[in-house]
């Protein structure tokens, strides 16, 4: 029997991804295709994030249907899944079982159930110990959490993945350990609000918060880098802060998603945290950690975004200068709060659209001011790829703040932790030449 998987959206989803595979390999004898046409089951892993994902859905739904073998079955999965339910096989009743984010465990049992529908919310898989991916890779994902407890005006996801509980941290510190077995150097612990961990459970637990798991999960033998997503500004306490600056295996790049620096919007976003309040935590993450690089998101043109907001968010971009700038024009998601205010305070798309030029062309420009400042830095770098070309051989890799290098040399391979000096940045790509003696 033959599987064939297609993700879409962020890492969760992937590691969700991960663990369908797992569990239908080895308990129901599985085998990866990268066909669908061969495949006996085709499981489409959903997002529902930002609309495109969720058109997207039933255009791939169709596609698959004509190509599939006769008796070969359509799972739908993940957050578009959980908050569609029974409605996906209305529109597209070729689609066997619904299976949603919060019910992922369930996998084996939905494939025998035909038009079956699993999306219960209150379900909790957070004790539940899915099998094992195989990997043969260096770099793997972890959950530590499942949920949200959030209630930001725009996002969907409390409503697809549900209330937030941590997993056991004897479960995530015994999964870190195989991982480290099967060599895996660098992990990413996963959670909607990663730095929120430990504040609810399903059954009795000692008390712990990140920063003892992060210190924890350090002393794993094997494990040589760690990194998250995404940690929530409102809860970058001081303790989090020194735990993530002190710590030599927590790499130092960080993902702070701001969605707006105007007070106003930031209240109407109900993110629970001011832009006095986001520049502090970075002024102090700055202040303990030189080099830190800091990836963010931003919204624009949030109900009732006027220029003066706008201007708010472009004075934090030039106080932070983010490395990297994940950015988007606000659209309406069912189930949200800001979509019942229907078109009430509504941005003009061409308003909105300008703005979010404006925005990336002056985050290019500061790319392109800090380019300059990289040539000469020595960064200790594990190279994730090799590859041959015929005329020679290179590589690339990341560093601990999450820069990826470029490498023309002969002699490194996969796993490798090397010192590299950065010699040119082309267009934003940097390389480097291992330093050597």
């Given at each position: 029997m033959k599987l064939f998987i297609e993700t879409l959206g962020c890492a969760m989803n992937e590691r969700d991804s991960e663990h369908l595979i797992a569990e239908l390999e080895q308990k129901?004898?599985?085998?990866?295709?990268?066909?669908?046409?061969?495949?006996?089951?085709?499981?489409?892993?959903?997002?529902?994030?930002?609309?495109?994902?969720?058109?997207?859905?039933?255009?791939?739904?169709?596609?698959y249907a004509q190509i599939?073998?006769?008796?070969?079955?359509?799972?739908?999965?993940?957050?578009?899944?959980?908050?569609?339910?029974?409605?996906?096989?209305?529109?597209?009743?070729?689609?066997?079982?619904?299976?949603?984010?919060?019910?992922?465990?369930?996998?084996?049992?939905?494939?025998?159930?035909?038009?079956?529908v699993?999306?219960?919310?209150?379900?909790?898989?957070?004790?539940?110990?899915?099998?094992?991916?195989?990997?043969?890779?260096?770099?793997?994902?972890?959950?530590?959490s499942i949920g949200c407890d959030k209630s930001c005006a725009y996002c969907i996801v409390p409503h697809t993945?549900?209330?937030?509980?941590?997993?056991?941290?004897?479960?995530?510190?015994?999964?870190?350990?195989?991982?480290?077995?099967?060599?895996?150097?660098?992990?990413?612990?996963?959670g909607q609000n990663v730095n929120n961990y430990g504040v609810r459970f399903s059954s009795e637990h000692k008390k712990i918060n990140f920063a003892t798991l992060l210190s924890e999960l350090s002393r794993v033998e094997g494990i040589e880098r760690i990194r998250f997503t995404s940690p929530h500004p409102l809860h970058m306490d001081d303790e989090f802060i020194e735990e993530f600056a002190r710590n030599k295996k927590v790499c130092k790049s960080i993902h702070m998603p701001l969605q707006s620096g105007s007070n106003k919007i930031l209240k109407s976003m109900r993110r629970g945290y001011t832009k006095e309040w986001f520049l502090n935590r970075v002024e102090k993450m700055k202040s303990l950690i030189p080099n830190l690089c800091i990836s963010t998101d931003i919204i624009v043109g949030f109900p009732s975004e006027e220029e003066s907001d706008f201007a708010d968010t472009l004075e934090v971009l030039e106080k932070v200068r983010f490395d990297t700038l994940y950015s988007f024009i606000y659209s309406r998601r069912p189930h949200t709060l800001a979509d019942l205010w229907g078109d009430k305070w509504s941005v003009p798309k061409d308003i909105a659209s300008s703005r979010l030029r404006?925005?990336?062309a002056r985050h290019r420009e500061i790319l392109q001011e800090k380019a300059s400042q990289e040539i000469g830095r020595v960064y200790e770098v594990l190279i994730e790829n090799t590859f041959d070309d015929g005329a020679m051989r290179f590589s690339e890799g990341r560093s601990d703040n999450n820069k990826l290098i470029h490498i023309n040399d002969e002699c490194l391979k996969i796993g490798d932790f090397v010192d590299v000096e950065i010699v040119k940045n082309e267009g934003g790509s940097l390389f480097g030449r291992v330093k050597r003696g």
């Amino acid at each position: 029997m033959k599987l064939f998987i297609e993700t879409l959206g962020c890492a969760m989803n992937e590691r969700d991804s991960e663990h369908l595979i797992a569990e239908l390999e080895q308990k129901e004898g599985y085998v990866l295709t990268d066909r669908a046409d061969e495949a006996d089951l085709i499981l489409i892993n959903t997002c529902s994030v930002r609309e495109k994902p969720e058109r997207k859905l039933f255009s791939e739904i169709g596609q698959y249907a004509q190509i599939k073998k006769p008796n070969a079955k359509i799972g739908i999965c993940g957050c578009t899944a959980s908050h569609m339910g029974a409605d996906i096989i209305k529109k597209a009743p070729s689609v066997n079982f619904v299976l949603g984010a919060r019910n992922i465990s369930k996998i084996t049992q939905v494939i025998h159930k035909d038009k079956a529908v699993e999306v219960d919310l209150d379900y909790d898989d957070s004790l539940y110990a899915f099998e094992s991916v195989r990997s043969s890779g260096i770099k793997a994902l972890l959950n530590i959490s499942i949920g949200c407890d959030k209630s930001c005006a725009y996002c969907i996801v409390p409503h697809t993945r549900g209330k937030e509980i941590s997993i056991p941290s004897d479960l995530i510190l015994n999964e870190a350990r195989k991982l480290a077995q099967n060599g895996i150097k660098e992990i990413l612990l996963l959670g909607q609000n990663v730095n929120n961990y430990g504040v609810r459970f399903s059954s009795e637990h000692k008390k712990i918060n990140f920063a003892t798991l992060l210190s924890e999960l350090s002393r794993v033998e094997g494990i040589e880098r760690i990194r998250f997503t995404s940690p929530h500004p409102l809860h970058m306490d001081d303790e989090f802060i020194e735990e993530f600056a002190r710590n030599k295996k927590v790499c130092k790049s960080i993902h702070m998603p701001l969605q707006s620096g105007s007070n106003k919007i930031l209240k109407s976003m109900r993110r629970g945290y001011t832009k006095e309040w986001f520049l502090n935590r970075v002024e102090k993450m700055k202040s303990l950690i030189p080099n830190l690089c800091i990836s963010t998101d931003i919204i624009v043109g949030f109900p009732s975004e006027e220029e003066s907001d706008f201007a708010d968010t472009l004075e934090v971009l030039e106080k932070v200068r983010f490395d990297t700038l994940y950015s988007f024009i606000y659209s309406r998601r069912p189930h949200t709060l800001a979509d019942l205010w229907g078109d009430k305070w509504s941005v003009p798309k061409d308003i909105a659209s300008s703005r979010l030029r404006t925005l990336q062309a002056r985050h290019r420009e500061i790319l392109q001011e800090k380019a300059s400042q990289e040539i000469g830095r020595v960064y200790e770098v594990l190279i994730e790829n090799t590859f041959d070309d015929g005329a020679m051989r290179f590589s690339e890799g990341r560093s601990d703040n999450n820069k990826l290098i470029h490498i023309n040399d002969e002699c490194l391979k996969i796993g490798d932790f090397v010192d590299v000096e950065i010699v040119k940045n082309e267009g934003g790509s940097l390389f480097g030449r291992v330093k050597r003696g």
